[in-house]
């Protein structure tokens, strides 16, 4: 019998507590949002999908060093190395596959010449696997540039050499 | 009729959503009673303990997160101290303190995403909305951080990705605020419910000496009321200078973990207000030329950070020869990490002790003679992950 007192008493006393949690919720604002039509601003450090920076006189950074390529834990940087007509190396192709990618950040960690960051763009899926492979014509930003910079630079300067004689 | 069994074999999984993944659990039944109940494992085998093996030290770190991807950081820290024991280095103490602060973050993460689904698992559909929307809260903590909301890679060997940003006592701060105010929804819709208590007290009883015998860990064997922690038994990344206490439950059932994992998220919640107001000033790496890689700012202007900034990145460091087992206290355990070097740049054998799989095999001991509807419950209870049981 007082088992079924106590049973009856918690049905009636202590429930309807939790009840008046879940209902307080009908009157608070919603926590999600419309995503496709609002979008959460991301952190400045996210590690999105990745971009070539360039010097402000339009320059690439990239110096084909491949010390992205050795950092990367799943092997997905793929690059050729060329000269232009002053000595200096570039990259004459750089691939990245996304679809190995792990978005580690490791390749911007590891870019001494501060050339390879992740940007906040997240949006990448499409039915086609080709368009995975990220080119160089793909990741270096516009220039002159049309958005601000994802990431801050150190080094903005360029520093300038010599040409060498050939 | 001869050919009539008395039991029935179930398989319940590895599609069950009550598994958390891809758990099968054979069971036999004699009507609802379970008279034998058997996990099966390797449904997500990815073998991270063999990638390690093939990677550069600084680059197994990411395998780790792979792991318990619901508390990544805490695996990157169990690595990390691991191969820092190895090479013996000391670690600044502001970096120990972010450690202990974003290791209380995860265990308050893994926690939530547990009370969520074990909630869901016994029917409490809105305690996992409410369990998610404050995890968000964390999620964005560890963006600012680490820059990824999941696989997060932020702890290194010899410190931080990163310096911490600026606003990251502001942001626990308010991770806190926002936990709190959770905490209060999440006791009033499950302490005292009546149907909570009704599924999950007596549930999955095991006593002290079966969960050591088991050689169980975490809230599962301090639920049993085995006082063992990490945290204070074997203190790393100087917890002993954090007051908090460990919860332990009486019973060993259902009711007690649920309650000790309650307990824990207020504990952890301390410990992180504890650290982040006595949060010391100094380098986010340690200075060890050759092995920690230096800061980004040291490599564009000085000729031999650079030097060392290649060599790390291209060839590694190379260890003594030996043997290292580092062991911390994760949300659902303890997380070993024992690394066999020989000598070269890449580890020789990297063994997880993971705690999912260990607290796992209690599983047969808590279901078999009880009824079949609380396997559901056992199951939860135990808080497996199974990225990390099968890794």
């Known amino acids: 019998m007082n088992e079924i007192v106590r049973a ?66 799943s092997d997905c940087i793929y690059m050729e190395p060329e000269e232009n007509e002053k000595g200096e190396r570039f990259a004459k192709v750089y691939e990245i596959n996304q679809i ?57 300067a360029r520093k300038v050499y010599g040409t060498v004689d050939k | 009729m001869s050919n009539v069994s008395k039991t029935v074999t179930l398989n319940m999984g590895p599609q069950h959503p009550s598994t958390h993944g891809v758990l099968r659990v054979v069971l036999e039944l004699d009507g609802e009673t379970v008279v034998k109940a058997e996990p099966v494992l390797g449904y997500l085998h990815t073998g991270i303990e063999k990638t390690m093996e093939d990677k550069l030290y600084y680059k197994a770190i990411p395998c780790t997160d792979r792991m318990d991807y619901l508390a990544p950081m805490s695996n990157n820290l169990g690595f990390c101290l691991a191969v820092e024991k190895l090479m013996e280095i000391d670690i600044p103490e502001k970096v120990q303190w972010v450690r202990v602060c974003l290791a209380e973050l995860t265990r308050i993460n893994s ?38 909301r999941m696989m997060t890679t932020y702890i290194r060997i010899g410190g931080l990705a990163q310096d911490i940003p600026k606003d990251f006592d502001k942001g626990i701060r308010k991770v806190i605020k926002t936990i709190k105010a959770g905490l209060v929804d999440y006791e009033t819709l499950l302490t005292n419910n009546e149907i909570f208590i009704n599924r999950t007290k007596g549930v999955g009883v095991l006593s002290a000496e079966e969960a050591i015998n088991l050689s169980l860990s975490g809230p599962l064997l301090r639920g049993s009321g085995v006082n063992q922690d990490l945290r204070k038994a074997n203190p790393y990344s100087s917890y002993e200078k954090f007051d908090f206490e460990v919860p332990l439950g009486k019973n060993g059932d259902a009711y007690d973990r649920y309650l000790i994992r309650i307990e824990e998220i207020k504990q952890s919640m301390r410990i992180m207000e504890q650290a982040l107001d006595g949060m010391p000033e100094g380098p986010y790496r340690a200075h060890v030329p050759g092995i920690v890689l230096p800061p980004k700012e040291d490599i564009l202007y000085k000729m031999e950070s650079m030097i060392f900034h290649f060599k790390i990145i291209t060839e590694g460091f190379k260890t003594p020869v030996g043997a290292v087992y580092q062991a911390i206290e994760s949300g659902k355990g303890e997380i070993g990490f024992f690394i066999s070097a020989d000598g070269t740049n890449k580890p020789h054998r990297v063994r997880v002790r993971p705690p999912s799989f260990i607290n796992l095999a209690a599983l047969p001991k808590m279901c078999e003679g009880n009824m079949f509807a609380d396997v559901v419950c056992a199951i939860g209870s135990i808080d497996i992950v199974l990225g990390e049981v099968d890794r």
């Open chain 1, 8 to 73: 009856i008493g918690n049905v009636f006393l202590k429930m309807p507590k939790g009840f008046v949690v879940t209902l307080r919720h009908f009157f608070k604002k919603p926590v999600t949002i419309e995503y496709p039509k609002k979008k959460k601003p991301m952190a400045p450090r996210y590690k999105g999908r990745h971009y070539l920076e360039r010097y402000d006189d339009g320059t690439e950074r990239c110096v084909c060093c491949g010390l992205c390529a050795a950092a990367c834990p």
């Open chain 1, 100 to 156: 190995r990618c792990i978005y580690c950040g490791f390749c911007e960690e590891a870019c001494p010449e501060e050339a390879i960051f992740l940007g906040h763009e997240y949006e990448f899926s499409s039915p086609d696997l080709n368009s995975f492979i990220m080119t160089k014509d793909k990741m270096l930003v516009a220039h002159p540039r049309k958005e601000n910079p994802f990431k801050k630079l150190i080094r903005k």
């Open chain 2, 111 to 148: 926690h939530l995403v547990w009370l969520g689904t074990h909630a869901l698992d016994l029917g409490a559909m809105s305690m996992l909305l409410y369990a998610f929307r404050d995890r968000e809260s964390i999620m964005d903590m560890y963006e600012a951080v680490g820059g990824q």
